[in-house]
């Protein structure tokens, strides 16, 4: 193709406000990954041609199109954030594919009202994609109008071509099920494109016959894959092997927002030559396990003979939604003490669905008709799955999967079912599909690993599954339900492979693997009752974070070496009105009965921000996780403290007793419940004051803590928080969950300024986030001066056993250099070489 080199002005395409791509309230186009360009709020509803130029893209769905100038530059134009999901409603496209078109003429016209109400945002984007070859420069960041200059743009100095060491080795392939929402449109695409150029080897996407190179956004688009589609992934180069890794983690990965938790990159189902006895799948969680194959069906109804009393039906209907309503309910409550938000997210809708009038408006017709409660329940959610499916959105047929979970819980309580499989332990449970409550029961009955025929990798079920540290695997295909009862199998979730017929060698290999697992388990389960000391005989303490006093007689007796965290808004999340002090201080010394000797931190209660309690409304606030949360409560609520701590007062021994203090910011905060705790004391005529501590999650208390240790018997660094202030990315927020990285460099500086301020005055730092549970971090935290760690009540075997492995001085000078890196994935890469896992 010809192109005239030249120097291009570019005129407004819509009329409205210009922004620039980092105004974009959305990652990938903000963050320039699909390439340079400028954005519009637009207030008219034609988009027109920026140039003059041929179509050479445009959408399936009509929301996006792309033009090339005769420079050769590509323009890609696209209307509104997230409009792929109107699946072309209210779009028309006034030209087609391959169409010359002149500077301002009418491209697509668009339903600006119904456009606006449907879609996440309207504003635009003109996006260069190669803007490896062509620079821009805005000409103006005001208003414009449809016609009037907006950008240049300009080619840039070329650097030679592609080398023969791109083309060396041989070809690799794979193939995958694309797991985007919407199927490969702009973003995924980018991503994808911006995958593969990480990386020397050539990349190609093969789909329906058609070719295109992973360089190209406008050829992966132009591939118009749909989600769910197969497609075949080709590498070749020096790296191909890890392009190709990369590439089919990133297509079967829905991008954050869709997904509800970051979930890990997994390896996805790989094309090598068929093999015998091997049924490839995508991997939902890692693992590898044998044992035999246990197949579990639905339930099945018998005929309805119908003619059933509608009023008795409903009746009935009501009772069973009734228990399968408190019976999530306190799955709930369980997930919400435990602090386990996935869980929580997921019950959560659960229950919302229950609710749902079109469901039980159906259930109700059907049994006016004379339907039985069980038929008319199953019909209900039959046809409401059968919507989710139409829609074609990977994202809601697996919805479907929690609308059967309803169903079959639902039916179970209708049949007085006791729900309980007979599975044997050790089991490989292989299913069509299995629902977030099965999983809970399963993992209760120690079954090994999971498989199924459908299902997706980002599905609730997933999730849960990554979460208990089950194996599980999905999308196997119908064949695996064909598979005979009982039999030998090996579920390779990390490879994507269930082996159908191991051979005796394979099966004491497998077995050999977990035994060593198991083994190793067992010795740090010994081991777990002794202090953990590192090899040049540092002591650590390894605590745990409870939320009741069952929990704490569990840490105990998984070897905890005392309660790091007591989270007090979690005692009581389960109940409308709040407690009195008597009912705190029983719950208080409950807790401290339960750790024997060992002494217990009991943080004052943490409202506010994620954490909302029925009876203790806060006032409505813009930026609640910025508004009155923690100690800060104590500004508006006073008395609500007061009376904590006069309930923590009262519990004996005191010595045993530590008192933390959340989301603390300055040294007056600390002085100031010092004097108040002085003052109850001697209200109460208490002489042992307890230790006094302060949180350290709010990065100007990491910055004052010397000034804080002054004054605090101990700190305790809640890396969660820390992340989220530090980072100033929500903890919650699903899209930034991969980026919400405790072992970010600039969390381990203020944690290193942590524990240089506290030893001044000799004051213990320990850590109680989420950081300190994670095994890569185990050295560094040693390293940077942290002398407890208080980990979830399981981990705390492992994490002793790790410390044990350590040598503390080694730890620091290390450390000392991994403050200097990058990113926290350079920090993660490091501590992967230097402290590897077992
Ligand atoms: C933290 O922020 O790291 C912490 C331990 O507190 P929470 O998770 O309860 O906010
Ligand atoms: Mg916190």
Redesign the pocket.
């Known amino acids: 193709m010809h192109n005239n080199n030249k120097e291009l002005t570019l005129s407004a395409p819509l009329s409205g406000p210009v922004l620039t791509l980092a105004k974009v309230p959305d990652p990938v186009f903000a963050s320039g990954t699909m390439g340079d360009g400028i954005a519009i709020d637009p207030l008219n509803d034609t988009l027109h041609a920026p140039c003059a130029g041929v179509v050479v893209h445009i959408a399936r769905t009509g929301h996006a199109l792309t033009l090339r100038a005769d420079n050769g530059a590509e323009l890609l134009l696209h209307l509104g954030l997230d409009t792929v999901e109107l699946q072309g409603q209210g779009f028309s496209v006034l030209v087609k594919e391959g169409d010359r078109v002149s500077n301002s003429q009418p491209l697509l016209r668009y339903d600006l009202d119904q456009v606006a109400q449907q879609c996440k945002s309207l504003v635009s984007l003109l996006i260069l994609t190669n803007s490896q070859d062509f620079q821009v420069r805005p000409i103006t960041l005001k208003s414009v109008k449809v016609g009037e200059p907006l950008l240049h743009i300009i080619r840039r100095q070329t650097s030679g071509g592609e080398s023969a060491e791109d083309f060396i080795g041989e070809e690799l392939t794979g193939h995958v099920r694309i797991a985007h929402r919407g199927g490969l449109h702009a973003r995924p695409a980018a991503l994808i494109r911006q995958t593969a150029q990480g990386f020397k080897s050539k990349s190609w996407l093969h789909y329906a016959g058609k070719s295109a190179t992973c360089d190209s956004l406008i050829g992966l688009m132009g591939l118009a894959i749909g989600e769910q589609a197969e497609v075949h992934v080709s590498c070749q180069g020096p790296d191909a092997e890890a392009a190709l890794q990369a590439l089919l983690a990133a297509l079967s990965t829905a991008l954050a927002e869709d997904s509800h938790a970051a979930a890990p990159a997994m390896p996805a189902a790989r094309v090598r030559a068929a093999e015998a006895g091997v049924l490839h799948g995508v991997c939902a969680a890692p693992g590898l396990v044998s044992g035999p194959l246990f197949r579990l069906s639905a339930i099945s109804l018998p005929q309805d003979p119908g003619d059933h009393d509608p009023q008795q039906q409903l009746q009935a209907l009501e009772t069973a939604l009734n228990q399968v309503r408190s019976d999530i309910d306190h799955t709930l409550n369980q997930a919400k003490k435990q602090?386990n938000s996935d869980e929580e997210a997921i019950f959560s809708a659960h229950l919302a669905l229950l609710e749902d009038p079109a469901l039980l408006e159906a259930a109700g017709q059907f049994m006016a008709s004379g339907m039985a409660a069980t038929h008319a329940w199953s019909q209900a959610i039959e046809s409401q799955c059968e919507v989710l499916r139409q829609t074609g959105s990977t994202l809601l047929a697996e919805r479907a999967n929690d609308l059967i979970d309803l169903k079959q819980r639902v039916l179970r309580a209708l049949l007085g079912d006791a729900w309980h499989y007979e599975v044997p332990a050790g089991a490989i449970v292989a299913a069509h599909e299995l629902t977030p409550s099965d999983l809970l029961q399963l993992s209760q009955q120690g079954v090994g690993g999971l498989c199924m025929a459908e299902g997706g990798a980002t599905s609730h079920v997933a999730i849960l599954a990554r979460g208990k540290g089950l194996p599980c695997m999905v999308a196997l295909g119908s064949t695996l339900l064909d598979q005979p009862q009982g039999q030998s199998v090996v579920l390779d979730a990390d490879g994507g492979r269930l082996e159908l017929t191991p051979g005796p060698e394979r099966l004491a290999e497998v077995h050999q693997i977990q035994l060593q697992q198991q083994q190793r388990r067992a010795e740090q389960q010994a081991q777990a009752h002794s202090s953990a000391l590192t090899r040049d005989g540092l002591h650590i303490e390894v605590a745990a974070?409870v939320a009741s006093a069952t929990e704490a007689a569990e840490a105990l007796a998984n070897g905890a070496d005392g309660v790091g965290?007591l989270?007090t808004?979690f005692l009581f999340v389960d109940r409308h009105t709040a407690p009195d002090e008597q009912e705190q201080r029983l719950a208080y010394q409950a807790v401290l009965d339960a750790m024997g000797d060992k002494s217990v931190i009991i943080?004052t209660i943490?409202v506010g921000?994620?954490?909302q309690l029925d009876y203790l409304p806060l006032p409505v606030e813009a930026n609640p996780v910025l508004g009155l949360r923690g100690i800060r409560l104590a500004q508006v609520r006073p008395e609500l403290l007061d009376q904590q701590l006069r309930a923590l007062l009262q519990v004996s021994p005191l010595s045993r007793c530590r008192i933390l203090l959340?989301m603390v910011t300055e040294v007056d905060e600390l002085l100031h419940i010092r004097r108040r705790l002085d003052a109850l004391c001697s209200e109460l005529r208490v002489k042992q004051r307890p230790q006094l501590g302060v949180?350290i999650?709010v990065p100007a208390a990491a910055l004052l803590a010397e000034q804080l240790a002054e004054h605090a018997d101990f700190l305790?660094?809640?890396?969660?928080?820390?992340?989220?202030y530090t980072l100033a990315m929500d903890?919650d927020h699903a899209g930034l969950a991969a980026r919400v990285d405790a072992l970010h460099p600039a969390l381990l500086r203020l944690i290193a300024q942590t524990c240089a301020g506290a030893a001044v005055h000799d004051c213990w730092v320990g850590v109680?986030?989420?950081l300190a549970s994670d095994p890569l971090a185990t050295a560094l935290l040693i390293g940077l001066g942290v002398r407890e760690l208080s980990v979830s009540p399981v981990q705390v075997a492992e994490i002793k056993d790790r410390v044990r492995h350590l040598d503390a001085s080694e730890c620091r000078r290390i450390s000392q250099d991994l403050l200097t890196l990058s990113s926290a994935s350079a920090v993660r890469h490091a501590c992967h070489q230097h402290w590897p896992l077992g």
């Open positions: 602090r974070n965290l989270r808004e943080r943490d921000g994620d954490k959340p949180m999650e305790s660094i809640g890396t969660n928080d820390l992340s989220q903890r109680c986030g989420a």
